[in-house]
């Protein structure tokens, strides 16, 4: 089956870095676009950033300029490198992929940065 698992989330004072990882299986990951999305409670979840099979791009205009997704085909996994974190940033993240029509998600980890 799918499976999505989200690690590298945690404390960080604004203007700060972190890095998430996204390790898949059950998929052919060099085929599939990886998203990043990420939920505040009470907020809906919002799109981070995307990346295609082969390499495009695209972000959220929030996080232009901060933010790199990035994917290792040969160890299935997906980043986003995070970097000069603002409070607003705060949130848990979630990886997304589609497979076979249906979408599928990770358990997220919790970003928190403090001010």
């Known amino acids: 089956q799918v499976q999505l698992v989200e690690s590298g989330g945690g404390l960080v004072q604004a203007g700060g870095s972190l890095t998430l990882s996204c390790a898949a299986s059950?998929?052919?990951?060099?085929?599939?676009?990886m998203d990043w999305y990420r939920q505040v409670p009470g907020r809906q979840r919002e799109l981070v950033a995307y990346?295609?099979?082969?390499?495009?791009?695209t972000y959220a205009d929030s996080v232009k300029g901060r933010f790199t997704i990035s994917r290792d085909n040969a160890k299935n996994t997906v980043y986003l490198r995070m970097n000069s974190l603002k409070p607003e940033d705060t949130a848990v993240y979630y990886c997304?992929?589609?497979?076979?029509?249906?979408?599928?998600w990770g358990k997220g980890t919790l970003v928190t940065v403090s001010s």
């Open positions: 997304n992929t589609h497979h076979v029509g249906m979408p599928y």
């Open positions: 059950g998929i052919i990951f060099s085929i599939n676009a």
């Open positions: 990346i295609t099979s082969g390499g495009t791009t």
